[in-house]
């Protein structure tokens, strides 16, 4: 140790960014070495880069023009502004009632007066991404100023899901098109994807994410709800997966895998815990002979990779949440290498993935997951040759469901945010989530009083508020 030690400090400061995280906190806390190599490493620019940039949960980027300085600088506020709630940039948006079209990670998208759909990708200062606006071109707008059509996008990959309300067919006609020209994508088969009746009362929720659609469709049958989830390959236009249950939700985390959160088991279910269900989207990538559909969700069990059956709620057993319905989010992967930042989310993350039974009801239970449990729970499956694991055999220690909140309703669409509820932990930090609201409201404060703020969603660099009372003005708060 004692040669390694006389080494100049330029010299172990370049095997100290070679090594990983864990090596370099060992050095730094542990042995009789930790002072010598201590200050290396409260001295060394980039080692300190490479520490805070691990602890946010970013990786470097690839924007030119800035030195490991000026970046650590830049994480370093980025992180304090979010502590305070001192957004770098705030935008208001002011639009008619449900002129709101879809929020995701870095777009926002909206409707305008004249019926055009306007796109913002949503700056941030601190990562070097700039504000941009566009008004998508063709007869879009038009087509969702009916009340009943819907949408999706991915602009990441220059998509846009239309379901369009036809009256004269009484159906939901799909199609998939650019975000910028609006017309048709030419990789599609076929220009609409198969449609859906559109009696009064029923409802359709589409997703799209690189080369699959998601799409959960309710219908009123005797007053009751009967709940559809399917699964398509846009591209192909084959049904992938086709789920039955108010008791059954799926959730996109990258363009390799999906998960489906099944928590019925009247439905033919093989045991009775709730359990979410792995499935390889590669492995389901059409062929000219083949069409995989499912109906029957004992069928789970034979086509996921594995499935990872959840623990009971303290107060509400997840098995019985079919009472009350479920809901599984992710925050999916997004393709950073051709994305410009300063830094960004590490690519693989390890994004949460959150679970909420009542979701009709202000009763029920959460449980918040770390995607690398779930990893894990895969590569213990596939090492045993098992296709089920129950919790104790994949849960990670100390984490367990807890009473549901209603205000955790709103941050479906944070699950990736650190610091907000923590999982890992046998206590979740529910505290600086639920001052969300508060600390959002005093940011507003100079747009006006009598205002009552509510959250829409979440990104990678922002939070969207909106005034409740109204519903027609939308905040940007970025960082």
Sequence with gaps: MGAILDLPNEILEKILLQTDLTTISQCRYISKVSKAFNEVISGSISILYKLELAVDGFQDGNIDGMNVAERLEALRSRRSAWAAMQPAFKRKITM????LVDITRGHFAWLDDEKALHVLQIPSVFRGIPEK???????VGGILANARSRASMDPDEDILLIAEHRRDLNRWVLSIRSLTTGEHRPEAEEADLPSFIADWGAELKPTVYRDYVGLEYVEDKDYNDEFYRYIY?????????????DAVDFTFVSE???????ANPKSGYAYPEAAISVIHLPTFAPTAHSR????????????????????DCEHHDLAYAQYRGCKITAAPTRPWQ???ATFHPAVPGDQNIVIHTGCYGEE???????WSAIRQGIEKGREEQR?????????????????RISTLDKLFTLPWSKGLAVAGSSQINLGPLLSMEYRVRVALSDHGPGKKYGIRGFGDDCIIAFDSNTETEYYILAF
């Design 292 to 311: 995989r559909v499912m109906t029957d969700l004992s069928q789970l069990q034979k086509i996921a990779t594995v499935q990872l059956v959840l623990p």
């Design 364 to 370: 029920g239970c959460a449980l918040i997951l770390p």
């Design 233 to 245: 390959n846009w591209k192909t236009g084959e049904v992938l997966l086709s789920l039955y249950g």
């Design 133 to 139: 606006e566009w008004v998508v071109q063709g007869a």
């Design 387 to 403: 296709s089920l694991l129950k919790w104790p055999e994949w849960g990670p220690r100390g984490v367990a469901p807890f009473r």
């Design 96 to 99: 008619g009632r449900h002129a």
């Design 256 to 262: 390799e895998y999906l998960l489906v959160l099944l």
């Design 338 to 340: 051709r994305l410009r």
